[in-house]
């Protein structure tokens, strides 16, 4: 069975940066597109970053670009995501998932992605 589990979210002053991981267990970090998602309080769930794990293809939202950075190290099947000039708008529950794909086309909605991490709290105060 797949499982994804998150780590490093945590509390920190805007304009901070933070670390998160999702490591992969029965999962080839080949044919698949890892994304991170988030949800803010009182928010639907929105898309932040993909990755196609064979080509490395990345891509953002345009609420992240420049400040977020999304990473895969396929040998230790762990996915990263970089955040950078944090703001309170940034403050969500942050999910990794993935998704079989045998194309670099990730796709942007939460529904297409059947794989789930428990999520991590990152709390961005002024």
């Known amino acids: 069975q797949v499982r994804l589990e998150e780590s490093g979210g945590g509390s920190v002053q805007a304009g901070g940066s933070l670390r998160l991981s999702c490591e992969a267990t029965?999962?080839?970090?080949?044919?698949?597109?890892l994304g991170w998602f988030r949800r803010a309080p009182g928010k639907e769930r929105e898309w932040v970053a993909s990755?196609?794990?064979?080509?490395?293809?990345?891509y953002y939202a345009d609420s992240v670009k420049g400040r977020f950075t999304i990473a895969q190290d396929g040998d230790k099947r762990t996915l990263y995501l970089q955040m950078n000039s944090l703001s309170p708008e940034d403050t969500a529950i942050y999910y990794c998932?993935?998704?079989?794909?045998?194309?670099?086309?990730?796709?942007?909605?939460?529904?297409?992605?059947?794989?789930w991490g428990q999520g991590t709290q990152v709390t961005v105060s002024i």
């Open positions: 998932a993935a998704v079989a794909r045998g194309d670099a086309d990730c796709p942007r909605s939460d529904s297409i992605y059947p794989y």
């Open positions: 029965r999962i080839s970090f080949e044919y698949v597109c």
């Open positions: 990755i196609y794990a064979r080509g490395n293809n990345t």
